[in-house]
């Protein structure tokens, strides 16, 4: 696998691994990973529910990637904010990294370090504040989203970048994580990307985000309009198949 040709190419092929993404998901998150790559040289990639490890992988692959940390409690099952429960089988870290060894060699491999826990329970001194790239993509409810940050936050570097998947599902943890960090007096640029991709540059990075992700950004209004009807729709939809079921018992 020639991963920086991939990377610096945007080819989502170097995703080799199932992942819950769709093909512009992929090419969004490595328009974020060469991003940071150029910016810090030698960068320190996070993220929080990795299931199979379909996104911790073009960053294993990575030469420039010096360490990967995957967060992810390995529930049964979990939420989203459209009401649905989402079933996980067989959601273990020895099957993620079985499916891994497939592709990667085990230099790659030794990178990556794992907490079968909830972010809010990793001690942020394991993990130091080193971290210039942290994608968000566990459980899809505003609050656990919000959570996740908070936690995440204090493994991040001075200048970093959060990214968020699927996006759609959870626009007000994305719009409190804004207000927090308008709160904090920390400096940041938000952009939404194809599909379902959420991005926040903070401090160093929000600037230089913003002119590299200027020509391919989703309109913000647009896609907070898109997101609050989809998800009402859904809700609206399952309450009534709710009531039906209820009425026919």
């Not at 610096?8 to 199932?18: T, V």
């Not at 992929?26 to 910016?39: D, T, Y």
């Not at 649905?84 to 990667?104: C, P, Q, V």
């Not at 950004?217 to 009402?232: E, G």
Request: negative net charge; hydrophobic residues 45%; contains cysteine.
């Amino acid at each position: 696998m020639d991963a920086e040709r991939m990377i610096e190419s945007l080819d989502p092929a170097i995703f080799a691994l199932e992942s819950q993404t769709t093909v512009n998901d992929r090419i969004s998150l490595l328009r974020l990973q060469r991003f940071v790559r150029h910016q810090a040289g030698s960068y320190r990639y996070l993220e929080t529910g990795s299931h199979l490890g379909g996104s911790l992988l073009p960053h294993l692959a990575d030469p420039r990637c010096a360490k990967v940390v995957s967060i992810d409690p390995r529930p049964a099952s979990q939420p989203d904010e459209r009401g649905t429960i989402f079933r996980y089988d067989d959601n273990s870290t020895e099957r993620m990294i079985a499916g891994l060894r497939k592709h990667l060699s085990e230099a790659n491999l030794c990178k990556l370090e794992t907490f079968d826990l909830d972010a809010a329970a990793v001690p942020a001194s394991r993990v130091g504040r080193t971290i210039q790239l942290a994608l968000i993509d566990g459980e899809h409810t505003n609050v656990a989203c919000f959570s996740d940050f908070l936690s995440v936050f204090t493994m991040l570097a001075d200048d970093a970048v959060i990214a968020y998947h699927d996006a759609n599902l959870i626009p007000d943890a994305i719009q409190n994580v804004e207000r927090f960090l308008t709160y904090s007096g920390i400096s940041f640029r938000s952009f939404f990307l194809p599909d379902c991709v959420a991005a926040i540059g903070i401090r160093g990075m929000a600037d230089t985000l913003a002119t590299d992700l200027a020509a391919v950004a989703i309109d913000r209004r647009l896609f907070l309009s898109a997101a609050r009807r989809m998800i009402n729709g859904t809700v609206a939809l399952a309450t009534l198949a709710q009531c039906h079921f209820d009425a026919t018992k």
